[in-house]
């Protein structure tokens, strides 16, 4: 009984009316959204909007799609082989690879006084940078090594170029992972953070303007259709209708002319140009003072051809 009864006391406590009046008017929404895309509402019966809430919706939604449009191609950033698809196979050997050396250590951690062969352990295989400019510093490295290695390899032109050649893209890599950090903290971050937070709360706010305006013009269908007894409430509810609504667009506007007013986009695409500014400014550079000492041996080699045809 005493269970009975704090289970009517839980009941009462419930705003059922609240709660009902919740759901009718999500429903007359719903339906009053279904007319208006199905065309069986009047263009006169659908509540304008501000032109000023108009002209900001179309600039938010400028906005968002140049941040989405970017951010489409600029996310390759975070990841450092978007200049070198080759890596997918290298990255293939690099797991065998440790797998392999996983399987040795194992081996010689755990076979240590059997009777079986126990294989001395391995270190593993240090980890490459997969970009474009480490994959040319190790080919042309490993390329002069081999010309090197031959007799009167040391004195071969084509191997002091290839050494050059080298040299310069170990410098220009290292610039190129200080440009793609640079990048990802000063660019990527703060982009896609006022995409997920301002932008995405301005976007929130036109949403609840759009359930209140579709509120509104369900309860002006409703005042239009209900008996007289129930006049007086239908039009309380249109009022509180139109209350909510002038309220709701007031904050839309708000939250977006903030958004729209935020410098964060212009210094975020600074950062972004100047990160690579400097990346290419120092490949510029390293690559000039290389193409002077390889146009030397270049010359120097076509002389040296040239004169001992001429015997």
Request: negative net charge; aromatic residues 6%; hydrophobic residues 35%.
């Amino acid at each position: 009984m005493d269970g009975w009864n704090k289970f009517q006391s839980s009941l009462s406590g419930l705003n059922l009316g609240q709660s009902a009046n919740k759901f009718a008017k999500g429903f007359n929404s719903s339906v009053q959204a279904t007319r208006e895309r199905l065309g069986q509402v009047a263009p006169d019966e659908i509540t304008e909007l501000p032109q000023e809430y108009k002209d900001l919706e179309a600039r938010v939604d400028a906005l968002r799609q140049a941040h989405l449009a970017l951010l489409k191609v600029t996310k390759a950033y975070e990841n450092e082989s978007y200049d070198y698809p080759t890596q997918i196979q290298e990255s293939i050997a690099e797991l065998s690879t440790t797998i392999g050396h996983g399987i040795t250590n194992f081996a010689a951690t755990n076979l240590k006084g059997t009777n079986l062969p126990t294989p001395s352990p391995v270190a593993p295989q240090v980890s490459q940078h997969k970009t474009l400019p480490h994959a040319l510093c190790r080919a042309a490295t490993n390329a002069a090594a081999a010309v090197q290695r031959t007799p009167g390899g040391n004195e071969d032109k084509l191997g002091k170029a290839l050494t050059v050649y080298a040299d310069v893209f170990e410098n220009i890599a290292s610039a190129r992972i200080e440009q793609d950090e640079s990048i990802q903290t000063q660019y990527l971050r703060p982009w896609q953070t006022t995409l997920s937070t301002s932008i995405n709360v301005a976007m929130k706010a036109r949403q609840a303007v759009r359930v209140s305006r579709l509120e509104l013009d369900a309860a002006k269908q409703t005042l239009k259709t209900t008996s007289p007894v129930k006049q007086e409430q239908a039009r309380l509810d249109v009022e509180n209708a139109e209350d909510d609504l002038v309220q709701k667009t007031e904050v839309a506007i708000t939250l977006m002319k903030t958004v729209l007013e935020n410098p964060e986009p212009l210094k975020n695409i600074n950062e972004l140009v100047k990160a690579q500014l400097l990346y290419f400014a120092a490949a510029a550079e390293a690559l000039s003072s290389a193409q002077g000492e390889i146009e030397e041996l270049s010359v120097a080699a076509e002389g040296e051809y040239r004169k001992s045809r001429d015997h």
